[in-house]
């Protein structure tokens, strides 16, 4: 599972058959890039497991595949990575089986590890509040402060935030259309505070940022500037938003991502229904927000223990 295992050369039929269901999983479900280049990741790891030690993948027992995660195991690879090496694993003998590649699907028994759960960092709602007021009055930090104020508005990713084009902003109806993971549209409303703010931003500080040279002008569609006018990356955002934390003295582990979990976790401690933070975090299953039930219970049972007198 390591980028060296993965630069290995494997048998070419082995290569190809990966290959075939990589390009299925991308037409049948749509998966990311990442997902699916970390899927590849791990198919070609057990291919060069499986050949050092006189196997293939079309020839695995289920043995062979329990003694692959009891590798992986004794040389401490996290649950997390191993829970998805048995999907990947998984899912790769139902299509061998599915295309009559395979009769039998050798991991047909194999159980991922327990994971225990993990639950997101959360900002309080005042550290967020420090947060915010950071940015100052420049267009950069105009533009900074129009990022922040829609991540925590809308609970965005923070590829769907960077990502963000001008025709996906509609201020009059005070929404942004997103397109999700799996390619899945929705629309997502912007509270008053936010189009405050990008309001400001578009009148003061974007057509700064972009500048008025032809090499920005066929980048005009971008709502966040960064360099030459192209989108901002992932990583030059999180730089900014360590950057607010630094200087507004927030000492919480901090990342783009924790403004999302701050979003879903504050609307839920303020009554806000779980299928609806659902919706607007753009998960398909409702089991990945139920987690922001625990950080919820969790903090009110703090509050509780603080101010409730014979708690």
Same mark, same amino acid.
């Given at each position: 599972?390591?980028?060296?295992?993965?630069?290995?050369?494997?048998?070419?039929?082995?290569?190809?058959?990966?290959?075939?269901?990589?390009?299925?999983?991308?037409?049948?479900?749509?998966?990311?890039?990442?997902?699916?280049?970390?899927?590849? *990741?791990?198919?070609?790891?057990?291919?060069?497991?499986?050949?050092?030690?006189? %196997?293939?993948?079309?020839?695995?027992?289920?043995?062979?595949?329990?003694?692959?995660?009891?590798?992986?195991?004794?040389?401490?690879?996290?649950?997390?990575?191993?829970?998805?090496?048995?999907?990947?694993?998984?899912?790769?003998?139902?299509?061998?089986? *599915?295309?009559?590649?395979?009769?039998?699907?050798?991991?047909?028994?194999?159980?991922?590890?327990?994971?225990?759960?993990?639950?997101?960092?959360?900002?309080?709602?005042?550290?967020?509040?420090?947060?915010?007021?950071?940015?100052?009055?420049?267009?950069?930090?105009?533009?900074?402060?129009?990022?922040?104020?829609?991540?925590?508005?809308?609970?965005?990713?923070?590829?769907?935030?960077?990502?963000?084009?001008?025709?996906?902003?509609?201020?009059?109806?005070?929404?942004?259309?997103?397109?999700?993971?799996?390619?899945?549209?929705?629309?997502?409303?912007?509270?008053?505070?936010?189009?405050?703010?990008?309001?400001?931003?578009?009148?003061?500080?974007?057509?700064?940022?972009?500048?008025?040279?032809?090499?920005?002008?066929?980048?005009?569609?971008?709502?966040?500037?960064?360099?030459?006018?192209?989108?901002?990356?992932?990583?030059?955002?999180?730089?900014?938003?360590?950057?607010?934390?630094?200087?507004?003295?927030?000492?919480?582990?901090?990342?783009?991502?924790?403004?999302?979990?701050?979003?879903?976790?504050?609307?839920?401690?303020?009554?806000?229904?779980? *299928?609806?933070?659902?919706?607007?975090?753009?998960?398909?299953?409702?089991?990945?927000?139920?987690?922001?039930?625990?950080?919820?219970?969790?903090?009110?049972?703090?509050?509780?223990?603080?101010?409730?007198?014979? %708690?």
């Amino acid at each position: 599972m390591s980028n060296t295992t993965n630069k290995q050369p494997i048998d070419p039929g082995a290569e190809k058959r990966i290959d075939s269901y990589i390009d299925t999983l991308w037409l049948e479900r749509g998966l990311s890039k990442n997902t699916l280049e970390a899927y590849r *990741r791990d198919l070609r790891a057990l291919a060069v497991y499986l050949t050092a030690h006189n %196997s293939g993948l079309l020839t695995a027992s289920y043995a062979d595949l329990v003694d692959r995660l009891g590798a992986l195991a004794l040389a401490r690879v996290s649950p997390r990575s191993q829970a998805r090496l048995v999907s990947s694993i998984k899912g790769f003998y139902r299509y061998c089986v *599915r295309e009559n590649l395979l009769v039998v699907d050798p991991s047909a028994q194999l159980s991922p590890p327990t994971l225990g759960r993990v639950l997101p960092k959360v900002l309080s709602e005042a550290q967020v509040e420090q947060l915010l007021a950071e940015p100052g009055t420049s267009p950069l930090e105009l533009r900074d402060k129009a990022m922040l104020e829609l991540m925590y508005a809308s609970g965005l990713r923070v590829s769907e935030l960077v990502n963000l084009s001008m025709p996906q902003l509609n201020l009059r109806q005070g929404a942004v259309r997103v397109m999700g993971k799996g390619s899945k549209e929705r629309v997502v409303p912007v509270g008053e505070e936010a189009l405050h703010y990008l309001q400001m931003y578009l009148s003061k500080g974007r057509q700064a940022l972009l500048g008025d040279s032809e090499a920005t002008a066929a980048q005009s569609d971008v709502l966040f500037p960064g360099r030459a006018g192209k989108a901002l990356s992932r990583q030059a955002f999180w730089y900014r938003v360590k950057f607010y934390a630094n200087r507004a003295g927030v000492q919480s582990a901090i990342s783009p991502h924790v403004l999302r979990h701050a979003f879903a976790t504050h609307l839920l401690n303020h009554g806000a229904n779980l *299928r609806v933070v659902q919706l607007l975090l753009g998960h398909s299953d409702l089991s990945t927000t139920q987690i922001y039930t625990h950080v919820a219970s969790q903090r009110l049972q703090e509050l509780h223990a603080k101010h409730h007198p014979r %708690s």
